[in-house]
């Protein structure tokens, strides 16, 4: 089996072990790239069409994520985030799911 390479970047997201607070490291190449994402959505948008993205680690078959956290959020029972979905509603289809 192929083993899927983590990014050359940093886009990490924690949540606290109660799942109330998310925390995201970035550095400059992954911002871009989560602004790369977020731009792919906007650009649906404009067209009036609602979709998704998904952001996943390498663990869960991803490219876009890394899996970094600090000591103390590791010490305090963070847990790595391995799969966001992003939705962009269009104002039809918020409606239509009650957002």
Partial sequence: MTEIEPPNYLLSVTSA???DTVTVHA??????ALRARLDVLLAKLHRDT??????????????ELSTSM???ERAHGHQTVHHVEIYAW???WKKHHHL
């Fill in 17 to 19: 072990g109660s799942g």
């Fill in 27 to 32: 550095d400059k190449e992954g911002l871009l």
């Fill in 50 to 63: 609602s979709d998704h993205e998904h952001l996943r680690s390498p663990e869960w078959a991803g490219f």
């Fill in 70 to 72: 600090l000591a103390s």
């Fill in 90 to 92: 269009s104002p039809e």
